[in-house]
T-cell receptor, first 110, second 116 residues
Framework: RKEVEQDPGPFNVPEGATVAFNCTYS??????FFWYRQDCRKEPKLLMS???SGNEDGRFTAQLNRASQYISLLIRDSKLSDSATYLC???????????FGQGTILTVHP | GAVVSQHPSWVICKSGTSVKIECRSL??????MFWYRQFPKQSLMLMAT?????????EQGVEKDKFLINHASLTLSTLTVTSAHPEDSSFYIC????????????FGPGTRLTVT
């Protein structure tokens, strides 16, 4: 089983749609959780950290369920510029290493 | 925010030659830097963790004699791909962890290596 698993998609949605991505992780000792965004042929950029109580940043909402080892990202009112690969990232309990999911591809079309 | 630079952004080299990639933290000190590799349509795979002033820690399956890492200062880590082969062609990305920001990592823009 992979340490971090995501639905690779692709997700193709129209502008204005709401889209949700899911992610599961296998190591229950993981402590920090993130969503990164990666554009084609670019480096990943931190989108948001994910907190146990859930957190929101504008159109983006992240949720964490430690009992189920499940993380989600909700994007409301999708924009064309949201088209990218979204990476679910979990820290490894030792050495502060990050483990990346394979990414979920999102394409927002007019 | 924390800025990380990488140089070069792309490089083409011949089989058997060595290539050095630099990773710099521009506005902060990074005691720990990470080197990743990403093949097309795959996610980032951690190659090694680079600690300032000590030997790098390599992930399983990564040859330390082939991928030489030096972290000589708090703002610079280098990765040298020695005796490069076409299968080493990939996107190499470094990142740095900001000490007082938990486990967040900030990534350099990446180096695209093509070995012919």
């Amino acid at each position: 089983r992979k340490e971090v698993e995501q639905d690779p998609g692709p997700f193709n949605v129209p502008e204005g749609a709401t889209v949700a991505f899911n992610c599961t992780y296998s190591n229950s000792a993981s402590q920090s959780f993130f969503w990164y965004r990666q554009d084609c042929r670019k480096e990943p950029k931190l989108l948001m950290s994910v907190y146990s109580s859930g957190n929101e940043d504008g159109r983006f909402t992240a949720q964490l369920n430690r009992a189920s080892q499940y993380i989600s990202l909700l994007i409301r009112d999708s924009k064309l510029s949201d088209s990218a690969t979204y990476l679910c990232v979990v820290n490894h309990p030792s050495y502060g290493k990050l483990t990346f999911g394979q990414g979920t591809i999102l394409t927002v079309h007019p | 925010g924390a800025v990380v630079s990488q140089h070069p952004s792309w490089v083409i080299c011949k089989s058997g030659t060595s290539v050095k990639i630099e990773c710099r933290s521009l506005d902060f000190q990074a005691t720990t830097m990470f080197w990743y590799r990403q093949f097309p349509k795959q996610s980032l795979m951690l190659m090694a963790t680079s600690n300032e002033g000590s030997k790098a820690t390599y992930e399983q399956g990564v040859e330390k004699d082939k991928f030489l890492i030096n972290h000589a200062s708090l703002t610079l880590s280098t990765l040298t791909v020695t005796s490069a082969h076409p299968e080493d062609s990939s996107f190499y990305i470094c990142s740095a962890r900001v000490v007082d920001r938990g486990y967040e990592q900030y990534f350099g823009p990446g180096t695209r290596l093509t070995v012919t």
